[in-house]
């Protein structure tokens, strides 16, 4: 069984920076991509980012330039760099792997 356990949401003011983590349990973790989603209210669960097991990145058009992905294998834990907050950032950011997802943590971007 595969854990993700996200962390590092909070209020931030528009413009401001945060970032999330996700630790991951299992030894399959650098062989697996990972991708982060979110969620806000009244909304689908949509895809934000993902990073494949050789660290090649992709990005929401919503995103590009100011969200960076990133990974570290020792670790077991991938990262979500977020700058240039918007208030439309504001959701339930979730990370996931193959099947598996993480209970989310939530950000709010307001003044």
């Known amino acids: 069984q595969v854990q993700l356990v996200e962390s590092g949401g909070g209020l931030v003011q528009p413009g401001g920076s945060l970032r999330l983590s996700c630790a991951t349990s299992?030894?399959?973790?650098?062989?697996?991509?990972m991708a982060w989603y979110r969620q806000a209210p009244g909304n689908e669960r949509e895809w934000v980012a993902g990073?494949?097991?050789?660290?090649?990145?992709n990005y929401a058009d919503s995103v590009k330039g100011r969200f960076t992905i990133s990974r570290d294998n020792a670790k077991n834990t991938v990262y979500l760099q977020m700058n240039s907050l918007k208030p439309e950032d504001t959701a339930v950011y979730y990370c996931?792997?193959?099947?598996?997802w993480g209970q989310g943590t939530q950000v709010t971007v307001s003044s």
């Open positions: 996931r792997t193959s099947l598996f």
């Open positions: 299992g030894s399959i973790f650098s062989r697996n991509d």
């Open positions: 990073i494949t097991s050789l660290g090649k990145t």
